[in-house]
């Protein structure tokens, strides 16, 4: 399993920095942004891989709900905390291109403020999971939050769309940037680099929870044996 | 149908329970009350500002009192072992949730009754032929907060952090409901024409609509063995 | 017929194993008493036979339903007198029962809850609030439920404790009463004097361990474990 590890470990990195080297020297500015531009090779990725979290933690709270399996537990609560690594990276991202472009740190537009809203459900999940003493009823009650946070989610995205078409018609949107061919390639490189980062990540936060869990186990014994 | 029965009976219990201790209707009240205060001595406007800032704190209000009130809807069940007696009990634990969910409800529209017309008489608002309206936003924006905040009650009562937990994890879930309530609220104290903001009451709607078959579907697994 | 049936249930919890693969049979009629020193896994058993938790392995049939797949039959089926009282401070104990029946789709008269209530020997505090009641009070509220309710399986956690001599007869009164019309008892205890008054067979459970032994062993003065 260590061996697969670095295997994706290695190929993210490969891919990472070719996608850099595109993102960063080779492909064309941008003729509305300029250089700005270059900061979605990173931003996109970011956001992409932090939905691929939110999925993975949802499919597998799904699934342990149904199953009872606790190494799909420790996969889920895996991709939250790795989930939010990417989300920040999405809104730190997100803020550093919003301010040449437009003039202001942060917009509250849809897709910034599912992020952030994202980002509060995830940090939520891992709290719920450190505060609670039972480990089979937090796996249980963890499952139903997320469940719950990606029912939701796309709730909130058309509910802050709807918001922010009334109330700010002028900004422009992200989303709203043509991708010609020149721009496509660098960002799906960039894209599968941040995926292969991510299951790098996932693997190895997974194997972390599972020795976690053995030596909270390991204890136990000794000092239930220590009792008796 | 003793579904039904179990829900009334749970219903019967809590409202018998509060009208004897008075203990929870209260803190939700005045916390409310607080709130418009703190929000209207802070908030220095004048005319204009304030109508578009009211329906705002009049939701924020409303959302801590059912932060208050929503997150010791639970409580009582952790004393004495009933929340076992829950389990044990030959039903679906759905009815559980929506017995709790409809208590819950009941004692929300209760204070929000009482605040609303404070609310009118502070702010100097003319309302009159909105009443209905603004019923109808209560009752949807309402039950969206009561249904989310039903299901994470159950979870987080017995955690050693609720009061902190509770509001971290019902707050960003249910900023529908608030853009929600907040919008429909503004265009009918506008008197706008319906048209222009019933998208709002729609988006109340759906989110009430899956967010009770989907709590009551995994409340299931919170009363597990 | 069977009432009971446990088939190799074993118990684990992360560390250590509770029980380890108790089978046991009990008829309808019988009157099961389980001893132990503290710590053997009594409860453990008690509460997977009431539903409460899971086994870890093995299968258990209550009143012919299955324990796992089954649950809510057997509920219907059995009743639990525990250590917690299942009891609501703010109701008085006509509430409290009326409550606790209703959960089951019962609604007794007036009258059969005062029948009940005096036959435990509480009637004259059917109106005070359950948070004033004692240790003693609260166990005795609780068996005017199993009277009121008539389970086919009753599961007790040491029926005497917290009673004084007049309840420990009055208990054994109603145990006599059960199991002649037919209903089952299954407890775990640790007062052999008053036990062998009622029970039929008894069991003892050593470091997760189940054998029998006969009823009157318990009244010799050799310790049984």
């Known amino acids: 399993m260590r061996r697969l590890e670095g295997w994706f470990g290695l190929a993210a990195a490969i891919f990472l920095v070719v996608g850099l080297y595109m993102a960063l020297v080779s492909s064309p500015p941008d003729y509305y942004q300029g250089e700005t531009v270059r900061i979605m090779y990173i931003h996109v990725p970011f956001a992409q891989t932090s939905l691929l979290a939110y999925l993975v933690l949802f499919l597998g709270s799904l699934w342990y709900l149904w199953k009872k399996d606790p190494v799909v537990d420790n996969l889920s609560h895996a991709a939250a905390g790795v989930g939010v690594f990417f989300t920040v990276g999405e809104l730190l991202t997100g803020s550093i291109w919003g301010k040449p472009a437009w003039n202001t740190w942060w917009t509250w537009d849809a897709r910034l403020t599912s992020a952030f809203v994202l980002l509060l459900i995830l940090v939520a999940y891992l709290m719920l999971r450190m505060f609670m003493d039972d480990q089979e009823k937090e796996a249980r009650y963890a499952a139903i939050l997320a469940i719950i946070g990606f029912v939701d989610l796309p709730i909130v995205y058309f509910s802050v769309e709807w918001w922010r078409t009334l109330h700010q018609p002028l900004s422009v949107s992200q989303r709203g940037l043509a991708i010609s061919q020149e721009l496509l390639i660098p960002l799906i490189i960039m894209s599968v680099g941040f995926y292969l980062l991510f299951t790098y990540m996932i693997m190895i936060r997974t194997r972390m929870l599972y020795l976690e869990h053995l030596l909270e186990a390991k204890k136990g014994r000794l000092l239930s044996q220590a009792h008796l | ?225 | 017929m069977k009432a009971i049936q446990c088939i190799s249930i074993s118990k684990a919890y992360r560390h250590y194993e509770v029980l380890k693969e108790i089978s046991l049979e009990i008829l309808s009629g019988e009157c099961y008493a389980l001893f132990g020193p503290n710590g053997a896994g009594k409860t453990t058993l008690l509460r997977i036979l009431a539903t409460v938790h899971r086994p870890t392995a093995g299968q258990f049939i209550m009143a012919g339903y299955d324990g796992v797949r089954d649950k809510i039959r057997v509920r219907e089926a059995i009743f639990l007198i525990a250590h917690g009282s299942y009891l609501y401070d703010d109701l008085n104990a006509v509430e409290n029962i009326r409550f606790a029946l209703g959960l089951r789709g019962k609604n007794p008269s007036d009258r059969d809850i005062k029948l009940a209530l005096d036959r435990v020997g509480i009637g004259a505090f059917s109106e005070l609030k359950a948070r004033y009641f004692s240790a003693g009070m609260k166990k005795r509220l609780s068996i005017a439920k199993s009277i009121l309710i008539r389970p086919g399986i009753l599961l007790m956690d040491e029926p005497y404790a917290s009673l004084d001599e007049k309840g420990q007869q009055m208990v054994n009164n109603y145990l006599r009463e059960l199991t002649e019309s037919g209903s089952t008892i299954f407890m775990t205890t640790h007062d052999r004097a008053r036990t062998s008054e009622v029970t039929h067979r008894v069991g003892v459970l050593t470091q997760g361990s189940l054998r029998e032994i006969p009823a009157q062993h318990l009244k010799e003065s050799h310790d049984i474990f």
């Open chain 2, 1 to 225: 149908m003793i579904f039904f029965k179990v829900i009334r009976w749970i219903v019967w219990k809590d409202l018998l329970s509060e009208l004897r201790s008075r203990e929870n209707i209260s803190s939700m009240f005045f916390f409310a009350l607080i709130i418009i205060l703190i929000f209207s001595l802070s908030l220095s406007m004048d005319q204009q500002m304030a109508r578009e800032m009211i329906p705002g704190i009049l939701w924020i209000a409303f959302s801590f009192t059912g932060i208050i009130g929503l997150g010791k809807s639970f409580l009582v069940e952790t004393q004495n072992d009933c929340m076992e007696n829950l389990l044990m009990a030959p039903i679906p634990k759905g009815a559980v949730y929506l017995g709790k969910l409809l208590g819950n409800f009941l004692f929300m529209l209760v204070v929000e009754i009482i605040i609303f017309p404070l609310f009118v008489i502070f702010f100097n608002l003319d309302i009159f032929g909105q009443i209905p309206m603004i019923m109808l936003i209560c009752f949807l924006g309402t039950l969206g907060l009561s249904a989310m905040g039903t299901l994470l009650s159950a979870m987080t009562v017995q955690i050693k952090a609720r009061e902190v937990m509770f509001p971290l994890m019902l707050l960003p879930l249910v900023v529908p409901v608030i853009i929600g309530a907040v919008e429909a609220t503004a265009g009918a104290l506008n008197g706008d024409p319906l048209k222009l903001y019933q998208q709002w009451l729609q988006l109340l709607a759906v989110f009430d609509l899956v967010f009770l078959i989907v709590s009551y579907w995994l409340f299931e697994f919170i009363l597990e063995d």
